[in-house]
């Protein structure tokens, strides 16, 4: 290793629709690559969910000469072809987190590991207390939190046993309310839970980031002081840079700007893919 850091560039919330044009952010992602070492992108790549945006996205991504890690989002799961989804991400080298995490070895540089998984709702209230429009919605939110924040916990034990010099979390749903920003309380049971972060708290990575919550705000972190980045394009206005040094020092290198359409990932297409 002759490098002591590794620099990530992160995004999230494309929203990509067939037809968008695609040389900005095209772009924009080279010029990351030219600055960064791994690129994360944590979920909601396409708007609809149609399996035709991801392929036509997909190209752009295959051009990307560095790693690239991503998680779904609801929005890239709104099709209901999550498999097929991921599917087209593979072909184009993408290394989509699901059930485990990823470890990434470049020569001359720390390893980075990354665990992840799309999350959930659920809100930040305590167990048990009614937080959606209805108790049954609460209580499949719950289940789904569960479930994730399980998934999340094996991918980040795994990790551990392969010691990276720095570990991050990828998400799409946040862990935590502190970068949720203007987002309206109501809506908070959509757009995370605290489960996802009592599981990252149990294992101190040097950071997570997420998306999702358009209206956030992007520095926060967890009830445990692990650092969190929304870095959702509509929150951090396109693709962020950060120098994570194995000494523990986390600088923010920089941003590349992205445009984003604020008509795209409305509240309401919001609501009915929250569960
Ligand atoms: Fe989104
Ligand atoms: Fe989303």
Request: cysteine-free; hydrophobic content about 45%; proline content about 5%.
């Amino acid at each position: 290793m002759t490098s002591s850091s590794i620099r990530i560039a992160a995004t999230a919330d494309l929203h990509i629709r067939i037809g968008d044009d695609l040389a900005y952010l095209r772009t924009a992602l080279l010029q990351a690559a030219a600055q960064a070492d791994v690129l994360l992108i944590a979920g909601d790549l396409v708007d609809v969910g149609r399996l035709a945006e991801m392929e036509y996205l997909a190209p752009i991504l295959a051009e990307i000469p560095i790693p690239i890690i991503a998680v779904l989002g609801n929005h890239d799961r709104r099709g209901m072809r999550r498999s097929a989804m991921i599917k087209v991400l593979r072909a184009v080298g993408v290394r989509v987190l699901e059930r485990s995490g990823a470890l990434v070895e470049i020569a001359g540089y720390p390893t980075l590991g990354i665990a992840g998984v799309t999350g959930s709702g659920g809100g930040f209230r305590p167990d048990g207390e009614e937080e959606g429009p209805s108790a049954r919605v609460t209580r499949a939110a719950m289940h789904k939190s569960r479930r994730e924040s399980a998934l999340l916990r094996k991918s980040l034990r795994e990790l551990e046993l392969l010691n990276p010099d720095v570990t991050v979390v990828l998400t799409h749903f946040s862990p935590t309310p502190s970068t949720l920003g203007t987002e309206p309380v109501l809506k908070y049971w959509m757009l995370g839970n605290a489960l996802l972060g009592r599981t990252i708290d149990e294992f101190s990575p040097a950071m997570v980031f997420h998306g999702h919550a358009h209206l956030g705000n992007e520095i926060g972190q967890t009830d445990g002081g692990v650092p969190v980045r929304n870095v959702a394009v509509p929150v951090s206005g396109g693709i962020r840079l950060l120098q994570f040094d194995t000494d523990g020092t986390v600088t923010d290198v920089g941003l590349i700007p992205v445009a984003f359409d604020a008509t795209r990932g409305g509240s309401r297409e919001e609501v009915s893919n929250a569960s």
